[in-house]
């Protein structure tokens, strides 16, 4: 079975503060990775994701994510944040044989503030 | 916006009754997703389907069901309803249900059991 665990339920940050979210996953099989982002009241937006090649993916809104595969990790950093960045913020991983279908964790809620 | 539509955005019923919550994917996606979020239980994965047929499901309960149509609209189907049926339930699509393909969220179903 797999299970992704997000590390910090809330991460509080001051505008353009870097800001890094944490996110593990368990897997004996390859999987694929993607972080998704939810403002309220509304649905997930992609923002990067992780199928294969270089480590370091680069995603919308100036976020990155490293796939550590030693680590089984999948962070998720911003080098400066905005205060519109405020929304939560999923880690999800994907495989196979299970069509593909996404199973998130619990989610991390990044609060910007001024 | 995602492309993926979902009606009805809100959903007040009693339990024991039956909805149909209904979802049309992005013009050209073959597979759609059905995710159901509560705060129990966070995003969990229900059910998928590809061009007609089921592909694969998750923690979906007996009670519901789902299908999807020729035109590849999607309806999920919640009977004999519960309290703790109340959750926002989110209607994914993808072009063809590979990891390559991105899954578009809709903005959900909002279900209120009371």
């Known amino acids: 079975a797999q299970s992704v665990t997000q590390l910090d339920s809330q991460v509080p940050v001051f505008e353009e503060a870097p800001v890094e979210l944490r996110c593990n996953y368990s897997?004996?099989?390859?999987?694929?990775l993607f972080w998704y982002v939810q403002y309220p009241n509304q649905g997930l937006q992609l923002l990067l994701k992780?199928?294969?090649?270089?480590?370091l993916v680069k995603g919308i809104n100036g976020f990155e994510a490293e796939f550590n595969k030693s680590q089984t990790s999948f962070h998720l950093r911003k080098p400066s944040v905005h205060i519109s960045d405020t929304a939560e913020y999923f880690c999800?991983?994907?495989?196979?044989?299970?069509?593909?279908?996404?199973?998130f964790g619990k989610g991390t809620s990044l609060l910007v503030t001024p | 916006d995602s492309g993926v539509t979902q009606t009805p955005k809100h959903l007040i019923t009693a339990t024991g009754q039956r909805v149909t919550l209904r979802c049309s994917p992005r013009?050209?996606?073959?597979?759609v997703y059905w995710y159901q979020q509560s705060l129990d239980q966070g995003l969990q994965f229900l059910i998928q389907?590809?061009?007609?047929?089921?592909?694969a499901k998750g923690n979906i309960l007996e009670r519901f069901s789902a299908q999807q149509f020729p035109d590849l609209h999607s309806e999920l189907n919640l009977s004999s309803l519960e309290l703790g049926d109340s959750a926002l339930y989110f209607c994914?699509?993808?072009?063809?249900?590979?990891?390559?393909?991105?899954?578009?969220f809709g903005p959900g179903t909002r279900l209120l059991v009371l």
């Open positions: 999800a991983v994907s495989r196979s044989n299970s069509g593909y279908a996404l199973n």
């Open positions: 389907y590809y061009n007609g047929e089921e592909r």
């Open positions: 897997s004996s099989v390859s999987v694929y």
């Open positions: 994914a699509s993808s072009v063809d249900g590979q990891a390559l393909g991105t899954q578009y």
């Open positions: 992780y199928l294969s090649g270089s480590t």
């Open positions: 013009s050209g996606d073959l597979s």
